[in-house]
């Protein structure tokens, strides 16, 4: 119940319920451009137009970004990229996909899974706050639910206390770290978990 694993893409429901608590808290505007917000980086330019993408788009995956990432992450920490450069060009993005976030199709008009939205969702997160993802997750979710065994910091990982990690076919796996931490990095535990479902019934 309280061993700690990574629970890959089940990390965007949590992120944005982080989210969601800056539009509750009004530092954050679901239906405007995220463009307002950022500073240390901007969608490249593209035949649509990015005023369009928003907060709301993004969470849902509408906002017409065409980057489909997945994340296959770094075994090596020292080869991990900053969001900006994520953003730009995903060095681990999984086979087959470009790994650049940009808008091609029009913002709204569809659903198209993009997991670098969620990495842009993560940059907007720092850029109103602050504070790095990780550190603003703790403060305003994992710490006020009790959530102790949660972290999107690998670094905290108490290893006693981590899953051991396997591949498809039984054999030990690496422990890959990710920039995407908002898309795919979440640790937590059952115990954990269990909180943050009661937390929706509040």
């Known amino acids: 119940q309280n061993t700690v694993f990574q629970v890959s893409s089940l990390s965007k429901w949590i992120s944005a319920f982080g989210i ?40 849902s995956h509408t906002a017409g970004l065409t980057d489909q990432l997945g994340y296959s992450g770094f075994e090596d920490e020292r080869s991990i990229q900053t969001i900006e450069e994520s953003l730009t060009k995903a060095l681990d993005a999984d086979s087959g ?66 899953c051991e990690f396997y591949n498809e076919d039984g054999t030990p796996a690496p422990h890959y770290k990710y920039t995407a931490l908002a898309a795919t990095s979440l640790y937590t535990s059952l115990s954990d978990l269990e909180l943050f479902f009661q937390a929706h019934l509040i």
């Open 20 to 59: 969601m608590k800056l539009v509750e808290q009004g530092k954050l505007d679901l239906d405007a451009p995220v463009s307002k917000y950022l500073k240390r980086w901007s969608l490249p330019e593209s035949q649509f137009n990015n005023q369009e993408v928003t907060t709301r788009r993004l969470l």
């Open 97 to 162: 996909k470009v790994g650049s976030v940009v808008v091609g199709v029009k913002p709204g008009r569809l659903f198209n899974y993009s997991g670098g939205g969620y990495t842009l969702l993560q940059l907007l997160v720092e850029e109103v706050t602050g504070k790095s993802f990780a550190g603003y997750m703790k403060e305003e979710i994992f710490i006020p639910l009790g959530m102790t065994n949660s972290t999107f910091d690998w670094r905290e990982i108490l290893t006693g206390r981590l």
